[in-house]
C-alpha cells in the first residue's frame, strides 16, 4: 500500500491552454476562486510529502499555498516535459510515489484521492482515475514507474503508462477538465453561474 506521507503532488499548471485564447485560463474565476485552486483547496487536507506545481507563465501564486514551484520554460513540449520536472522534483525531495494531478480540473475530490491509495498495492502500482470510459488523471504512480515517467515525451505524457495500469471509476462530474472557454461557461451554468463578461462584473461588484 503507498501512502501519502511518502507520496509528492505533482500538479501540473503550465499548459498553454491554446483552445483557451490569450486569457490565463487558470486565473479565470469559478465559484469564489481562480479555477486553478480548486484542486489546490481539495486536496490541501490530504497530508502529501511534498508538493509541487509546475507552471508556466501565470500569475497565481503557488508558493503561497504550500507548493515548491518549478518554472517550465519550454511548455511547447507538451504535458510530458511538465511531468518530468516534477517527477524529477519528486525524486530530489525524497519522494517514493507521485500523484499527479492537472490543474485545470476543478472538482476533484480527496476522497478520489484517498481510493487511489487505498487501492495500490505497492511500488508497481500505476492508479488512475476513470469516470468508467476513460482514464485520466489524478494518477498515483509507485516508485518503481517513476523511470518510466522521465522517459515520457510528447503531449500525451504518461498516457500509455495510465491506459495500462489500474483505473478507479468516479463520477464524470469530478474529473471535468477545461479546455476551452465553451467548458467554463457550461461548468459555470451548471452552477447557476454567469459567464463572459457576466462573470467579471460580478466579480468586481464582490471584491468592491
Do not use: W
Not at 96 to 105: F, G, I, N, T
Not at 142 to 169: I, K, T
Not at 176 to 192: F, Q, S, V
Amino acid at each position: 500500500m503507498l501512502r501519502a506521507e511518502d507520496t509528492a503532488l505533482v500538479l501540473l499548471a503550465a499548459g498553454r491552454s491554446r483552445r483557451f485564447g490569450e486569457t490565463d485560463k487558470l486565473a479565470e474565476r469559478f465559484l469564489d476562486q481562480p479555477l486553478a485552486y480548486h484542486v489546490v483547496t481539495a486536496l490541501e487536507a490530504v497530508p502529501f510529502q511534498t508538493r509541487i506545481a509546475v507552471v508556466s507563465q501565470t500569475a497565481l501564486d503557488f508558493a503561497a499555498r504550500g507548493y515548491t514551484v518549478i518554472e517550465n520554460a519550454a511548455p511547447e513540449e507538451g504535458q510530458a516535459g511538465s511531468l518530468r520536472l516534477g517527477v524529477a522534483a519528486a525524486q530530489a525531495r525524497g519522494a517514493s510515489a507521485v500523484l499527479v494531478a492537472l490543474a485545470d480540473m476543478p472538482r476533484v475530490t480527496a476522497t478520489q484521492i484517498y481510493r487511489l491509495f487505498d487501492l495500490a498495492e505497492g511500488p508497481d502500482a500505476v492508479m488512475a482515475s476513470s469516470n468508467g470510459v476513460h482514464p485520466t488523471p489524478p494518477a498515483l504512480f509507485g516508485a518503481n514507474r517513476l523511470p518510466e515517467l522521465l522517459r515520457c515525451a510528447g503531449d500525451s505524457g504518461a498516457r500509455a503508462l495510465v491506459q495500462a495500469g489500474r483505473h478507479v471509476v468516479t463520477q464524470a462530474d469530478e474529473l471535468i477538465d477545461i479546455d476551452t472557454p465553451e467548458d467554463l461557461a457550461a461548468l459555470r451554468a451548471r452552477y447557476g453561474l454567469p459567464s463572459g463578461a457576466a462573470a467579471i462584473r460580478a466579480a468586481a461588484r464582490r471584491s468592491g
